[in-house]
């Protein structure tokens, strides 16, 4: 019993720090009348608006987190460069973005 219990409060936990700096955004928005930058990987259409990644399904906008290795053209506005394990990184709503060349990023997990 004890185990089983250990093993509930561990899945808790990890849980727990497992969620996105995201997710204090609402999870999902109907439409919107700002414009989102739309980003393809891996067949999945990402939109990104005020830096916060959704997908469409329908009308609605369901809040997902930045699939790591997913490139924009262009940084969202609004976050600041910050030095981790001395690479730079730009970061935004607890997303890091790193450059890969001249107008292409990368979302990476430092």
Known sequence: MKKVKRKLMLVFLLGALGVSAQS????????????????????????????????????????????????????????????????KYYKLNGVFYKKIKTNLYEVARP
Do not use: C
């Open 24 to 87: 204090t955004q609402k999870e999902t928005i109907n439409t919107s009348e700002k414009k989102s930058e739309v980003v393809i990987y891996k067949d999945m259409e990402y939109h990104i608006m005020d830096g916060i990644w959704y997908l469409k399904a329908n009308k609605k906008f369901i809040l997902r987190q930045a699939p790591k290795g997913a490139r924009l053209k262009s940084l969202p506005k609004g976050g600041e460069n910050v030095v981790m394990g001395g690479k």
